[in-house]
């Protein structure tokens, strides 16, 4: 099975940690590359500077609260950029705002997940993607 590179976008230390460590637990081979923040997801997505040798990742898990500049700047950037569109954006975040989850789709988000505060529900959510996005679905084949 192919190594499937994940770009976790999220500034929060503890989710990211919970996250990493759902995602490493699983059987299934994966290269996780984080993010804290909106401009530096843009940066290691357009290889800029310290990330030129960055690998393109094949599925992105994003935040919309973010410093620097928010997730929803990010899709909208990440989804009108011919090189990056084809990339499937999974918003996981703590936002249940309806208008959140319409700005996300509206912005071609592939799905939108509001993270569940209990610990076990986390871990479960992010088995539950990695099983889905990465053991069902065919994920395009990235440069």
Known sequence: ??????????DNEGDILLTVEALNEARIIN????????????????????????????????????PKMDGMEVLALIKKDQDLRRIPVI?????????????SYDNHANCYITKPVDLDRFMSVVRTIEDFWISIVKLPTTA
């Open 91 to 103: 918003m996981l975040t703590t936002s249940s705002s309806e208008r959140d989850i319409l700005a």
């Open 1 to 10: 099975m192919k190594e499937v590179h994940i770009l976790l976008v999220d």
């Open 31 to 66: 290269k996780i590359s984080v993010a804290r923040d909106g401009v530096e997801a843009l940066r290691f997505l357009n290889k800029a500077a310290e990330y030129r040798d960055a690998e393109t990742p094949d599925l992105i898990l994003l935040d919309i609260n973010l």
